[in-house]
């Protein structure tokens, strides 16, 4: 059974940073693609960053310049949030949304992790 392991949450002062993990489990499986998303309480989901199968990236006008995503080269089945200048409005439920590549035949598996609380204080 494939599942989408996110860490990293916690509490921050504005100002500081967190960064954010999503893991594939069980490990052997790749990350192909991967969406981070956020929800903020009452308000929609909404995108945050996304990471290619190629490696490039796009990032919501809101966040662009202080988070970066990316993949830990050595463990394919990670990738990364790094969140910097966090501000107040930046406290929500994270989320990361990913493309799992089973096997060598190129079947994949998608679905979400079970969200990460990030909570910025002023």
């Known amino acids: 059974q494939v599942q989408l392991v996110e860490s990293g949450g916690g509490l921050v002062q504005a100002g500081g940073s967190l960064t954010l993990t999503c893991a594939a489990s069980?490990?052997?499986?790749?990350?192909?693609?991967v969406d981070w998303y956020r929800q903020a309480p009452g308000k929609k989901r909404e995108l945050v960053a996304v990471?290619?199968?190629?490696?490039?990236?796009?990032y919501a006008d809101s966040v662009k310049g202080r988070f970066a995503i990316s993949r830990d080269n050595a463990a394919k089945n990670t990738v990364y949030l790094r969140m910097n200048s966090l501000k107040s409005e930046d406290t929500a439920v994270y989320y990361c949304?990913?493309?799992?590549?089973?096997?060598?035949?190129?079947?994949?598996?998608?679905?979400w992790g079970q969200g990460t609380q990030v909570t910025v204080s002023s």
């Open positions: 949304n990913a493309d799992v590549l089973l096997d060598t035949n190129g079947m994949t598996w998608s679905g």
């Open positions: 069980p490990s052997r499986f790749e990350i192909n693609t």
């Open positions: 990471l290619d199968f190629g490696g490039s990236t796009n």
